[in-house]
């Protein structure tokens, strides 16, 4: 298998809605292009319309409303095993009294290929997963990245354009999560398929996607690259989804095209808008961690902002120390700094930072 052997699938969600009998919509007019060949992933909290999208890619239930198209053919009379979809599931799914090679060739044989395009095909998929020595082993007999890496090969060995994963890393420990995610990023330039991945780690979608679809509530809030989602949040909770932040909901008290002045009981700051847009009402200033400073109080650069506080907490992490501030005007600040960095040694504090890297957007639910 090399990359180009396969042509990705392009996919299309119009307008698609998915109820469960009499209950809430899981689902909710979703509007989604996947691209042919990207990666992308479906993020978001459980019960947030992440997981009821890829069944309903699969094949595995119907939407309620609305039309779901492959490369701009309507699915929704197909079933799923007719769909030539792969997919990997996060339990994996493997026979347990088959063979490793056994497990790869399943699907191969179900398609009725030639015994020697078969052996082929599964000598390949196994150099891939780089398992050949592991051919003859039951999954029992395998660790948890090595049933991984089995279920990905049996699902791409009959070269499906489309691959869709749900949650596969979730059994796996830290570790072994984050070399898994490398060697999956590593299969899809292989393969040139068309990859959708479900996940609720943020930072697993971060490493692994193009581009990200972030679900809340039964639809996409957001969607686009990792840097865009962290760096331009369009709403409050993509804001506070994706990495960590600092969030202060206030009152528009100014707004020009350049920056947007919030208040509230105890403080005002002064942040930047991420369009030009008029902004009005309540709005959500958000501020990462890692673009705040801790300093003695009357020791801040002009024009920066400030929050009053007392030091609560400073946790060791190794490559970076965090710090939490109880705020005077109510709730806390987390700022993160390197290992060395210098921290006042009296316990009433200042938490600064430079309107341009504070964002001011509408006010979600508070």
Not at 25 to 52: C, H, M, V
Not at 344 to 350: I, L, M
């Amino acid at each position: 298998m090399t990359r180009g052997a396969v042509r990705p699938a392009g996919v299309q969600f119009l307008d698609v809605s998915k109820q469960f009998g009499d209950g809430p919509f899981a689902l909710r007019n979703l509007d989604l292009t996947i691209e042919p060949g990207e990666f992308l992933t479906l993020l978001g909290p459980s019960g947030s319309g992440k997981t009821t999208a890829l069944n309903l890619l699969a094949g595995f239930i119907h939407p309620t409303s609305g039309e779901i198209q492959i490369d701009g053919g309507d699915i929704g009379d197909l079933p799923a095993h007719k769909r030539d979809i792969g997919v990997v599931f996060q339990h994996y799914a493997l026979f347990p009294h088959m063979t490793v090679r056994d497990n790869i060739a399943y699907p191969l044989k179900q398609r009725r290929l030639p015994r020697a395009d078969i052996d082929r095909k599964v000598d390949a998929a196994l150099a891939m997963v780089a398992l050949e020595k592991f051919a003859d082993r039951l999954p029992r007999q395998l660790s948890g990245g090595q049933q991984q890496r089995v279920a990905v090969a049996r699902a791409t060995v009959f070269e499906p354009r489309l691959l869709l994963m749900d949650e596969p890393l979730g059994a796996l420990d830290k570790k072994l999560r984050e070399s898994v995610q490398l060697e999956l990023k590593r299969l899809h330039q292989q393969l040139g398929a068309t990859i959708v991945f479900v996940t609720h780690d943020q930072e697993e979608a971060l490493v692994m996607s193009d581009r990200i679809a972030v679900f809340d509530d039964g639809k996409v809030q957001q969607i686009g690259t990792a840097q865009q989602l962290y760096d331009a949040p369009e709403t409050q909770f993509v804001a506070q989804f994706i990495g960590e932040s600092n969030c202060w909901i206030g009152d528009v008290i100014e707004s020009s095209a350049e920056n947007v002045v919030v208040s509230a009981k105890g403080w005002r700051l002064i942040g930047a808008r991420l369009d030009c847009s008029p902004l009005k009402g309540r709005a959500a200033v958000i501020v990462r961690p890692e673009r705040t400073k801790i300093m003695e109080r009357g020791a801040m650069p002009a024009g920066w902002n400030e929050l009053h506080g007392r030091l609560r907490d400073v946790i060791y992490l190794g490559s970076l120390r965090k710090v939490i501030v109880e705020l005077e005007s109510g709730g806390e600040a987390a700022v993160t700094c390197q290992p060395d960095a210098v921290i006042p040694s009296q316990a009433a504090v200042s938490v600064v930072f430079p309107p341009p890297v504070a964002q001011v957007i509408p006010a979600g639910r508070e």
